[in-house]
């Protein structure tokens, strides 16, 4: 079955980096598009940012645009989020998911049908 595990979340101070890793499992990895999204205590999950299955395509939310990247290593079946510049507002907990679906490029978290367990990211202020 289809596997996401995260690593790289923690603790750092506004203005500090992470790179957040998630590494896939269960399929051919090259043909599905990846994405990360995060959830903060009591609001709703949002999506951060997506890649398409070949690493030739990406998509941020418009409050990470410039401070986060997205990109991909097929050959390690891993996906990473550098993440710059953080701020208390980019406090919560990581997720990283694939579409349901091969070679789909989706703008709906609903296509996304493989979730990991998520990594807690805590910038202080």
């Known amino acids: 079955q289809v596997q996401l595990v995260e690593s790289g979340g923690g603790l750092v101070q506004t203005g500090g980096s992470l790179r957040l890793s998630c590494v896939a499992s269960?399929?051919?990895?090259?043909?599905?598009?990846m994405g990360w999204f995060r959830q903060a205590p009591g609001k709703e999950r949002e999506f951060v940012a997506a890649?398409?299955?070949?690493?030739?395509?990406?998509r941020y939310a418009d409050f990470v645009k410039g401070r986060f990247t997205i990109s991909r290593d097929n050959a390690k079946n891993t996906i990473y989020l550098q993440m710059n510049s953080l701020n208390p507002e980019d406090t919560a907990v990581y997720y990283c998911?694939?579409?349901?679906?091969?070679?789909?490029?989706?703008?709906?978290?609903?296509?996304?049908?493989?979730w990991g367990q998520g990594t807690q990211v805590t910038v202080s202020s």
């Open positions: 998911a694939t579409t349901t679906y091969p070679r789909t490029w989706p703008t709906s978290s609903n296509d996304y049908g493989y």
């Open positions: 269960g399929r051919t990895f090259s043909n599905y598009a």
């Open positions: 890649i398409s299955w070949s690493g030739g395509s990406t």
